[in-house]
């Protein structure tokens, strides 16, 4: 069992069954318990936990819709009044048990419930584990704007049980696999360079590699908890993927790891004609997300709408869009401004890419 310390929270990476989780428990046992899963985690994790710990047969279940279009205030009032109802307190216990879309809105349900229940997270995703259940970010999205709504505010502590990986559809593996993927841009080219080679069979169970992203995540948080400096560069890939992923959110959703995927490819682009990146890298980058994560097809009105949406986003500022950019494979830098050009030919790069590919 490895554990790590992070913002108030510890995060073990091994079997639930050998972690702190049955202390946790035993605890809790004059509490409420809560546990929130979607309609996925509800029918293939839960059962594992509840027969591995069973006095959780008495704790309460609240089942979240899924997808990202779920994850909004409506359904938040829902989950509110159903804690009234079953008058939960500040001194219960919220088991947030799935990938990052119920690890981000269980964390933000129980962040504001009473001005703050106690809450542990067991992500059931790559992407869970290696990013969207550590370093405090609970939140919710309002329209087509991502993360809108949040807060920050870190669980007791963090479960990685990779065991729970093994029902996960391989689409989700990519997900996850896009975030490792940034953590090697911008911090690690070693650990670029092991991703590079990873096959999907065996390689996206390795809890070494799982541990190495966690590590670089929890350094770059614990340092800039409140993303004043450092932080930012966790949104290479983001500016753009976020607008990607809000603009056809509700006309055909596309998957965070492939937004994220298309948007790092963008910013490694911008990067390259800056004169940031060299043309090799630039290449070496492109094959790898291109075969992933293929371009959609954009019109112009997307492009405009996606500019738009940028402007909007959180992490922007006097209406000005910035960005992570690449100074080489594992080093990046943040606040950088991009021009609405810039954006376009980017997008236009990558339609040429998925010509060239087809
Ligand atoms: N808070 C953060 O720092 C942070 C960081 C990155 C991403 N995020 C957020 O995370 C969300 C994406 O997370 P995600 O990719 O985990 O998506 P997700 O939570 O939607 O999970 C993906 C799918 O897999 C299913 N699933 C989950 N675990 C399963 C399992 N073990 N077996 C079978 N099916 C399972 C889910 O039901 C869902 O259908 C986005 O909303 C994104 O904004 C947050």
Redesign the pocket.
């Known amino acids: 069992m490895t554990s790590i310390s992070s913002l108030g929270s510890v995060i073990e990476i091994g079997a639930l069954t050998e972690s702190s989780f049955p202390v946790l428990l035993n605890d809790y046992s004059n509490y409420n318990i809560v546990i929130v899963v979607?309609?996925?985690?509800h029918d293939?994790?839960l059962d594992y936990l509840i027969t591995n710990f069973p006095s959780l047969d008495q704790a309460e279940i609240i089942l979240l819709p899924?997808?990202?279009e779920n994850?909004v205030m409506e359904v938040c009032m829902q989950v509110w009044n159903a804690f009234s109802e079953y008058g939960f307190g500040r001194g219960d216990l919220v088991i947030n048990l799935?990938?990052?879309?119920?690890t981000?809105m269980g964390g933000f349900i129980a962040s504001l419930f009473k001005r703050g229940m106690n809450f542990v997270n067991i992500p059931?995703?790559l992407?869970?584990m290696v990013?969207?259940s550590i370093?405090g970010?609970?939140g919710i999205d309002t329209g087509p704007y991502?993360?809108q709504l949040g807060v920050i505010s870190n669980p007791k502590f963090i479960f990685i049980d990779t065991s729970?990986?093994d029902?996960?559809?391989e689409k989700?593996f990519y997900?996850g696999y896009a975030?490792m993927l940034k953590y090697g841009l911008i911090k690690d080219v070693a650990l670029f360079d092991v991703l590079k080679g990873f096959k999907k069979e065996s390689d996206f169970h390795r809890v070494d590699i799982i541990e190495k992203c966690i590590r670089i995540k929890v350094a770059i948080t614990d340092e800039d908890p409140y993303e004043k400096g450092d932080r930012k560069l966790l949104n290479f890939g983001h500016t753009i993927g976020h607008a990607v992923e809000g603009c056809f959110l509700a006309i055909s959703p596309v998957d965070?790891?492939h937004a994220v995927g298309l948007g790092m490819c963008a910013e490694a682009y911008i990067s390259m004609r800056r004169g940031l990146l060299n043309k090799e890298d630039f290449q070496t980058i492109q094959a790898l997300l291109g075969k992933i994560y293929p371009c959609l097809d954009f019109s112009d009105k997307d492009i405009e709408n996606m500019i738009t949406l940028m402007y909007n986003d959180k992490k922007n500022e006097s209406g000005k869009i910035f960005s992570v950019l690449l100074e080489g494979i594992g080093s990046a830098t943040y606040h950088n401004e991009l021009s609405e050009k810039e954006i376009f030919d980017s997008f236009h790069h990558l339609s040429m890419l998925s010509t060239s590919l087809n």
Request: with cysteine; proline share 3%.
């Open positions: 979607d309609e996925n985690t293939s994790c899924c997808g990202e994850k799935g990938g990052g879309i119920v981000d059931t995703t992407l869970g990013d969207a370093g970010k609970n991502k993360n729970f990986l029902t996960l559809p989700e997900n975030e965070h790891g």
